[in-house]
């Protein structure tokens, strides 16, 4: 297990102690690639032999088909949680006796490679079925630091949730931006995630770029470092036809090869951190 | 005629609103474009340029921080917290980013 007591400096995305565990959430505006690339990211790391749950706070569907398990609206079940006594802030809390790990191992989906999925559930109609699922979710994340797993989100597009405390399991947020007006723009706004105590790193990926410059473009116009880029990839659109994974589909696509670059950069980040 | 333009992030409904404000607003149409996204960017879309999308925001803010005063009717809020769009478009923002406080889920 790792140690979860001992505390984060904000430029350093790992937890101190023996096995240290990527925590990453990523955010940025509709379409940017979010999924793609979280999903591909997690098949990366699980394919390496390391434990990896995915999350997937969105509401609609996305991360699943990029990870590859075959797609399911169903949340996490209302056993999970119980209501709250009287007076607590929050109206549902974990079923008792049941951890953030057990919860994991009980209830995230698991794909190739061994990856993890666990979702909130997807929208159906104006019904809000998915509060308590939502609930046990909040309290799955809040304490997922204890448990071993690297843990890759997927954040809906925007800034709602992430300014809303979605995001507040991540050491690193990646910011993933197209060289467009407005994806820069959105990445702008999202880059004062790393503003504040306690704030975790955040740096940008420039995606469906189209020019040498672009990154250095996503870099200017966000204030962020760009840790990866991704051209448009012909080969990304494929698999999203085909509705089967990126890496699946095309492992030695322009994508999959800067994902695997971002991943031995995080890996490197590891050991030359103190 | 009122219309909302809904979807899934990245799908384009930013770009479609845009095109429709400003093409009902050619064909002789008062238009008032409303960006509700928390993430707002309909000004880059309409035409107006990124500060005065950026301006419409902060306004958008400082109303809910309480340094500005509400408008007490449809005509003031279109003049105070408005812009300027092309094709005679006139453009507010009705929603903002949220603060880093915590919230319910
Ligand atoms: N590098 C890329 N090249 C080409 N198309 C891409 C690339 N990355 C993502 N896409 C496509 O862009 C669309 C949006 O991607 P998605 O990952 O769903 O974005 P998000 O989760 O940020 O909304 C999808 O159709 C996807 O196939
Ligand atoms: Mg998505």
Redesign the pocket.
């Known amino acids: 297990m790792t140690s979860a007591t001992q505390p984060v400096s904000a430029d350093d995305p790992f937890e101190d102690g023996v096995s240290r565990r990527l925590r990453i959430a990523f955010v ?1 505006k ?8 979280a999903g591909t990211l997690a098949r990366l790391l699980a394919a390496g032999g390391e434990p990896v749950v995915c999350l997937d706070s969105d509401p609609l569907p ?1 991360l699943a088909t ?1 990870l590859g398990i075959a797609t399911s609206d169903a949340g996490i079940p209302d056993e999970a949680v119980e209501e709250a006594p009287e007076g607590e802030r929050a109206r549902y809390r974990l079923a008792t006796g049941l951890t953030s790990e057990a919860a994991i191992r009980r209830y995230a989906d698991t794909g190739p490679d061994g990856v993890r999925f666990l979702q909130f559930g997807k929208t159906r109609g104006h019904v809000a079925p998915l509060m308590r699922s939502q609930f046990a979710f909040r309290h799955i994340v809040a304490d997922i630091d204890d448990t071993p797993w690297h843990v890759i989100g ?1 954040l809906p ?1 925007g800034t709602r949730q992430p300014f809303f405390g979605w995001a507040g399991f991540a050491h690193l947020v990646l910011v ?1 931006a197209e060289p467009a007006m407005s994806s820069m723009l959105s990445a702008k706004r999202l880059a004062r995630l790393g503003e504040g105590e306690n704030a975790p790193l955040v740096a940008a990926i420039a ?2 770029t189209r020019r040498d410059d672009d990154a250095d473009l996503v870099s200017q116009a966000t204030g962020l470092p760009v840790w990866a880029s ?5 080969a ?2 494929e698999a ?1 036809h085909l509705g089967v994974p990126i890496i699946d589909h095309a492992p030695d696509s322009p ?1 999959v090869q800067a994902l695997r670059s971002l991943l031995e950069r995080l890996h490197n980040e590891e050991r030359s951190s103190p | 005629m009122k219309i909302a333009v809904v979807g899934k ?2 799908v384009g409904k930013t770009t479609t609103a845009s095109v429709l404000a400003r093409g009902l607003s050619q064909r002789g149409c008062d238009v008032v474009a409303l960006d509700c996204d928390t993430n707002a960017n309909l000004g880059l879309s309409l035409g107006v340029g990124l500060e005065t999308t950026e301006r419409l925001v902060a306004l958008r803010q400082a109303l809910d921080e309480g340094e500005e005063d509400h408008a007490p009717s449809w005509d003031e809020m279109l003049a105070r917290f408005g812009a300027d769009a092309p094709d005679g478009v006139r453009l507010t923002t009705v929603n903002r980013i949220e603060n880093m406080d915590p919230g319910c889920p």
């Open positions: 940025g509709g379409g940017a690639g979010k999924s793609s690339i996305g990029s997927d597009a993933v995606n469906k991704a051209p448009v990839d012909p990304v659109r999203e994508t | 992030g990245g």
